[in-house]
């Protein structure tokens, strides 16, 4: 995190040489991460269940960043 505000980088890498940077920001039982990239924008939304056990997500894509399509559904547990 950047001392200077609440948003943290995530920096991604995998085997296909794939490299991207996201913004994110974690409060309120709400964990974001996107990034905005010419032709390919990208959201993920996770809510953290009031009992702290698991976390319901979803990654959504955009080619405009105005309309988005749900890309998958993931859940995180404890």
Do not use: C, K, N
């Amino acid at each position: 995190m950047d001392d200077a505000g609440e948003e943290f980088t995530v920096l991604y890498a995998d085997a296909r040489g794939v490299h991207r940077v996201y913004r994110m920001t974690f409060g309120d039982g709400r964990w974001r991460m996107w990034r905005a990239a010419p032709g390919f924008h990208q959201r993920f939304t996770g809510t953290l269940r009031e009992d702290g056990a698991a976390i319901d997500a979803r990654w959504e894509r955009s080619e405009d960043g105005a309309d988005w399509a749900l890309d998958f559904r993931l859940a995180y547990r404890r």
